[in-house]
């Protein structure tokens, strides 16, 4: 007797039709086989057959239990009007569970189910069956496409129905893509392109990005009806341009359930004009940046790998790979995806990401899948997302190992890239830039996509002749063209003749415009204007924000006016502790280096100078100032900025306690101050522009900090 349970059921209406998938487990004496079973009503028998036979005959297993199921199986479908009445019972064999006797078939009063019964036939089941030489496979193939088995066990000869189509996965197209989110005629069109050209290189297997229809994140734009709608048209259009080579891509699916959260992340097999849903996102980020925990069902892990040219494809969605006991030591979820995938048996596993860049997550990604696959002795396949969207940036680097572990292809860093890897070819080590040089191109990109996405084509900014807005003015020339960027120089009676000197000769690095505009008039028209009210002050803080809100007057002013796009230039280390002026130098669209700290800062600026001078040498030797009072110096109320920034890695990264920080050698004294005035500045960063995430903790909305609270790390009761 063999134990007949149905694992799970997938039921999709785009398909042949009408197709029903149905993944069995079948038992005897221990050893367990996992087949699949494909249904259906339509008349398109051809395709169905030829679909079928791809699905297992290229599968070639041929091990002990459940082989000779593989061999026999396609004789079922010899007949239509036999698959007609096949459906018919379906919904009653999907259901149930019972015994399947060797020759009466599955016993049970109603006696259509020995039509399912009929699959399972006593001659080509057994766990003592010997594996099939090749020439006796080859033999049953091209039977099983010659006869069929009918209701009664009778064996029919019939012609064969179609010549049977051998597709392979020798090569895999990579579709590296920058999506905009909610963008789906584009987006779709994107994808179809990119498609058609991954054919043309010679790919027989495309995979794209999660999400990547409707861009990711989409975040509330999820709770609007017209925005799935709007999806599931721009699937509808796409899916009419795959032909033969499929495509495995990432999009938002309805749940069927009554209850529960109504979308699901899910991985959409789309070929022959046709698709449907093969994986659903099990583990939903929800922290940092991510809360997709508020908008999608998890799937319940019960689908079984996705078949396809000989080979099991195991298929997930980001996070899913992202919980692996053996590289984390405490993991965030109960579950592992990845390892309920091999206990069912896989070939190849597939990971559709749309994975957010900060320092060193390229080398995070790739140790982790690297021991996925040396473990499950697998290639490994994931296809990240590239480009910005909002304060996130995406930096594609896709990976394709191999068994070893080993790259056998990588996707560009921060652009896209459409890349055909064939699986067979040599593994080698990874090779990665320095860090300076992927936080600027994450800079550069996050900037770029910034604006055009937004509508904009050129900026403004302000130009110090400090390091800060240096730096920023490079990364805007650099993304935009230096002919879209305008540096404005506002010298008050503070600003040193060197520091208009810099502004002036890197805007003439650069090529980009320039203009000066000083200040001084306006500000002693401003102190004199409020100086009844001061009961006789004078100088001080007040003063200095006035110098600081007049130039964000006047870059408003200009922005306007032209329609320029403003960016802010303040630094992560400087908007920690507040050392920053509302409504003055915080006004603009973006802080381009909002979560860059400033030790960070220097070294970029001085990798750009590697080959020549581009920033002015004065302006990173230089000690930083604001300059908006007489000799001031930043070293006045903060401590060197390597001691700062250790306080803001181990305070706001780590989330550390200042007990934590004196063990690593941090004056408490110091590091008590910093933390007062980190906490005591959350109200102005609130309100400050969204700036683009590279740190692995960015204020923002991946840090999420209450302004009224009173608890004091520097006094723990």
Same mark, same amino acid.
């Given at each position: ?15 042949? =039709? ?5 993944? /069995?487990?079948?038992? +005897? ?21 030829? %679909?079928?036979?791809?699905?297992? /005959? ?11 199921l593989v ?10 009007? /036999?698959?007609?009445n096949?459906?018919?019972?379906l ?12 020759? $009466? ?33 080859? !033999? ?27 597709q392979?996965?020798?090569?895999i =197209? ?12 584009e ?14 290189d010679?790919?027989?297997?495309v ?5 990547? #229809?409707c ?35 990432? *999009?938002?699916e ?6 529960? !959260? ?5 991985? %959409? ?17 929800? @922290? ?10 998890p ?8 078949? %396809? *040219? ?46 957010p ?5 390229e ?22 997302a590239?480009?910005?969207?909002d ?6 680097q ?5 068994? +070893? ?31 300076? &040089?992927?936080?600027?191109r994450?800079?550069v990109?996050?900037?770029k996509?910034?604006?055009q996405?937004? =509508? ?50 890197l ?5 980009i ?23 006789g ?14 130039? =964000?007057?006047?870059l ?13 230039? *303040? ?26 700290p ?5 070294r ?24 908006l ?11 060197? @900025? &390597? ?5 803001? $890695? ?8 200042? &007990? ?5 050698? #941090? ?9 007062? +005035? ?24 991946g ?7 009173? %608890? ?6």
């Open positions: 007797m063999f134990r007949f349970e149905t694992v799970h059921v997938n039921t999709e209406s785009e398909v042949f =039709g009408r197709f029903e998938e149905i993944d /069995f487990s079948l038992e +005897k004496e221990g050893v367990r086989a996992e087949i699949n079973v494909f249904f259906t009503c339509d008349e398109a028998l051809d395709d169905l057959v030829d %679909f079928w036979m791809d699905q297992w /005959f290229a599968a070639g297993n041929r091990d002990h239990g459940g082989p000779a061999c026999g199986g396609p004789a079922l479908f010899g007949g239509q009007t /036999f698959v007609k096949v459906v018919r019972v919904d009653f064999a999907t259901t149930c569970t019972g015994e399947v006797a060797t020759e $009466e078939g599955l016993e049970h009063e109603d006696e259509r189910v020995s039509l399912v019964s009929a699959q399972f036939l006593p001659e080509n089941i057994g766990s003592d069956r010997p594996s099939l030489t090749d020439r006796d496979w080859h !033999r049953r193939k091209s039977e099983a496409t010659n006869t069929f088995q009918d209701v009664n066990g009778t064996r029919n000869s019939m012609k064969p129905i179609k010549t049977i189509h051998n392979s996965f020798a090569k =197209g990579i579709l590296q893509l920058n999506f905009t989110i909610g963008n789906f005629l987006n779709a069109k994107h994808l179809g392109d990119a498609y058609e050209q991954a054919v043309r010679g790919a027989d297997f995979v794209a990005p999660e999400l990547g #229809i861009g990711y994140p989409p975040r509330d734009l999820l709770n609007r009806a017209d925005f799935l709608q709007s999806h599931d048209r721009a699937i509808q259009d796409l899916t009419k341009r795959i032909k033969d080579v499929p495509l495995l891509m990432g *999009g938002i309805k749940s069927t359930q009554k209850n529960g !959260r109504p979308l699901h992340n899910s991985a %959409f097999f789309l070929q022959k004009g046709r698709s449907r849903v093969v994986a659903r996102k099990c583990l939903l980020p929800t @922290y940092d940046v991510f809360d997709e925990d508020r908008y999608f069902e799937g319940d892990g019960a689908q079984a790998p996705l078949r %396809f *040219g000989g080979k099991r494809i195991g298929v997930t969605i980001c996070e899913d790979i992202w919980n692996d006991e053996d590289v984390w030591p405490q993991r965030r979820y109960r579950r592992d995806p990845v390892r309920d995938l091999a206990r069912k048996g896989m070939d190849i596993l597939i990971n559709l990401s749309a994975s860049w900060n320092l060193e997550k080398r995070t990604r790739y140790r982790l899948l690297r021991e996925v696959a040396r473990r499950e002795k697998i290639p490994v396949i994931q296809v990240n590239v480009g910005g969207n304060e996130l940036v995406f930096d594609g896709s990976l394709v190992l191999g068994a +070893k572990g080993g790259v056998l292809g990588i996707g560009a860093a921060f652009r896209e890239d459409v890349k055909v890897v064939d699986l067979q070819g040599k593994e080698e080590k990874p090779v990665w830039t320095g860090e300076e &040089e992927q936080v600027f994450a800079l990109l996050g900037t996509d910034y604006l996405k937004c =509508g904009f084509r050129e900026v403004v900014l302000g130009l110090s002749g400090g390091i800060d807005s240096a730096l920023t003015a490079v990364i805007a020339s650099e993304a935009l063209g230096s002919d879209k960027v305008l540096g404005v120089a506002m010298p008050s009676r503070f600003s040193s003749p060197g520091s208009v000197a810099d502004a002036e000769a805007a003439k690095n650069l090529g415009r320039y203009a000066k505009i000083p200040i001084e008039d306006s500000f002693e028209t401003m102190v004199r204007l409020i100086a009844p009210v001061r009961g002050k004078q100088g001080g803080l007040t003063e200095e924000n006035l110098q600081s809100r007049l130039r =964000g007057v006047i408003m002013g200009i922005s306007n006016d032209s329609g320029r796009l403003l960016l802010t230039t *303040g630094n992560k280390s400087e908007m920690a502790v507040g050392y920053c002026t509302l409504y003055g130098d915080m006004c603009g669209a973006l802080g381009v280096i909002a979560d860059v400033k030790t960070m800062v220097y970029i600026s001085r990798w750009l100078n590697r080959k020549g001078e581009v920033i002015p040498q004065d302006s990173i030797e230089k000690a930083p100032s604001a300059e009072r007489l000799d001031q110096k930043d070293q006045d109320s903060l401590p060197p @900025y &390597e001691e700062l920034d250790r306080i803001l $890695e181990s305070y706001v990264v780590d989330e550390g306690s200042i &007990e934590a920080m004196v063990k690593k050698g #941090i004056n408490k004294k110091i590091a008590e101050e910093i933390v007062r +005035k980190i906490d005591l500045s959350e109200y102005k960063r609130r309100q400050a522009a969204p700036g683009l995430k590279v740190t692995t903790k960015a204020f923002g909305v840090r999420r900090v209450p302004i009224a609270q009173r %608890f004091d790390p520097r006094r723990l009761d």
